[in-house]
């Protein structure tokens, strides 16, 4: 019988078949997926007993790392930053800390073991560290919250978190995106402007911050707004007429009438393309369905709002574009044509 894979290299195998962009389905399963399935009932003691146990293990001399997967394989360990966990961390010597977190990250076969590794790693600071976050960062809807929390204390943390938002989706991107919003470097800002959304309805959890900490309200209303800004603008503002109970939503955004009016301005002299038609017909629907303290607006900034979109959509070259694009059997276009294109037709 073949030892199972460890985690690091499962990362790396599906990293190397796709390497620019999201492991699909986010890396899973993972290789000791039958393991893993129960959690301690009371929140607040997450953690305590893995503390315990790497207390235990970093006062004992001569203590290997490899001793800690059998270990932690049968303790439920967070995979979000644990107080109780990083204060075990900052407890232990701190060169043994980081050989033992270098050592389950990369070598540990279960996800018990690399977590607790990676938690080791984002209690320090050492940029050498940084590859190998990333890499087991990439099984992101599990290793995600921590190597973000890993890659933002790291001098270069930001080139590094922009590296992993290339290439992971779902709850990992959600995590790391808002690491991007709480760094607010300049290259954080102009990715988040342009890149942050992806389409997923997770983005949900972070559009609204999104567009606070780039100061989206600033960007989108300069007359040099560009088109990777316009159509991002385009699908932030999709999530945020879309997702109350999830995040924040265009009632609870100030800037939300500027905002709105001014992507609708520039998508007046954009070239018509699908995506934009579906997004501005989505922002158009929302706002006609809901009442106007929904979307922010006055009765009156959403009405004008509401006309400036319907006239780009109503043209005849943006009729033929979405008419002419989609695959008339895609499942998306066909409800979208059969609800909200009827709305607004």
């Known amino acids: 019988m073949s030892a199972p894979s460890t985690l690091f290299v499962h990362a790396l195998r599906l990293h190397r078949r796709h390497p620019d962009g999201p492991l699909p389905h986010g890396g899973e399963p993972y290789p000791d997926e039958a393991r893993h399935r129960s959690r301690p009932t009371a929140r607040r003691l997450y953690g305590a007993d893995v503390a315990v146990l790497l207390d235990r293990h970093f006062s004992r001399p001569g203590a290997q790392p490899g001793e800690l997967v059998d270990v932690l394989r049968d303790v439920h360990v967070p995979h979000q930053r644990n107080d109780h966990i990083a204060a075990a961390a900052l407890r232990a010597d701190r060169q043994l800390m980081r050989q033992t977190g270098r050592w389950l990250v ?104 999104v567009a606070t900490a780039v100061h989206l309200h600033e960007a989108i209303t300069r007359d040099d707004a560009d088109d990777e800004l316009i159509d991002h603008t385009g699908r932030l503002l999709r999530t945020m007429t879309g997702c109350g109970g999830t995040g924040m939503t265009l ?67 943006w009729r033929a574009t979405v008419r002419d694009g989609p695959d008339p059997a895609g499942g998306f276009f066909a409800w979208f044509a059969d609800h909200v294109g009827s709305r607004l037709t």
Request: charged letters at 20%; one cysteine or more; hydrophobic letters at 45%.
């Open 106 to 209: 990369r070598h540990s076969p279960d996800r018990n073991a690399a977590t607790v590794g990676l938690a080791l790693l984002a209690a320090d600071r050492a940029e050498d560290d940084i590859p190998l976050i990333q890499t087991i960062g990439l099984l992101s809807n599990h290793f995600g919250p921590l190597a973000a929390e890993a890659l933002q204390r790291r001098r270069g943390g930001t080139a590094a978190l922009l590296w992993l938002a290339e290439r992971v989706a779902g709850w990992g991107r959600v995590h790391v995106v808002e690491a991007l919003c709480r760094l607010s470097t300049v290259d954080s800002r102009a990715w988040l402007l342009r890149h942050a959304c992806d389409g997923d309805h997770l983005n949900g959890h972070f559009a609204g911050a």
């Open 251 to 317: 009632a609870e955004y100030p800037p939300a009438p500027a905002v709105l009016s001014a992507h609708a301005s520039h998508l007046a002299r954009q070239r018509p393309a699908v995506n934009r038609y579906a997004d501005a017909a989505m922002i158009a629907d929302r706002l006609t369905a809901q009442p106007p303290d929904r979307s922010g607006c006055t009765v009156e900034q959403r009405d004008r709002v509401v006309r400036q979109y319907l006239a780009v959509l109503g043209r005849p070259e």
